[in-house]
């Protein structure tokens, strides 16, 4: 299940912007698709699921409103494909949230989910075992 829906991003980003990306048929362009908007929300989604899975239990069973945020500022980029200019709001909002999604994979942000982060790998302790001293003060005493 997404994130977010086709009614997060109209309240995000207007309805006119997703006339304007959506709708092929009609000229001018004057109602939603919502087959690719679903097709991006399905995409962000499995972005973030590749990022979250890492350390947190899918689903999870509550999305943070920050997840909402990012899989809106994600299938936006997705919806405007090629068309998204590499220095604009959009391609910022879209780095911006696979920095954060990053941050998580890592450990150096959490969600604030329920549900039981994976095992961590490890954890064990390191033992190591040296031979006896060479030099000692008593054998550098008669030097």
């Known amino acids: 299940m ?3 829906s086709q009614q997060d991003l109209i309240d995000r980003f207007g ?3 997703l006339v304007q990306l959506t709708d092929k048929v009609n000229r001018p362009a004057s109602t939603i698709d919502p087959t690719p908007i679903a097709r991006a929300l399905t995409d962000a989604t499995a972005l973030i ?3 979250v899975g ?3 239990r ?4 509550s999305v943070p409103a920050i997840l909402v945020k990012y899989a809106c500022d994600i299938a936006r ?3 405007h494909g090629k068309a998204a200019e590499k220095d604009d709001a959009i391609t910022r909002a879209f780095s911006e949230a696979q920095k954060w999604l990053e941050g998580v994979s890592n450990g150096l942000v959490t969600l604030e989910a329920e549900g ?3 095992p961590q790998n490890g954890g064990g302790s390191v033992r190591a075992v040296t031979a006896n001293r060479v030099f000692t003060r008593d054998s ?3 030097l």
């Open 2 to 4: 997404p994130y977010a």
């Open 15 to 17: 309805e006119a912007e």
């Open 49 to 51: 699921d590749s990022y």
């Open 54 to 56: 890492k350390l947190y």
């Open 58 to 61: 899918l689903p999870l069973s």
């Open 77 to 79: 980029y997705y919806l």
């Open 116 to 118: 039981v982060a994976a």
């Open 140 to 142: 550098l005493r008669h």
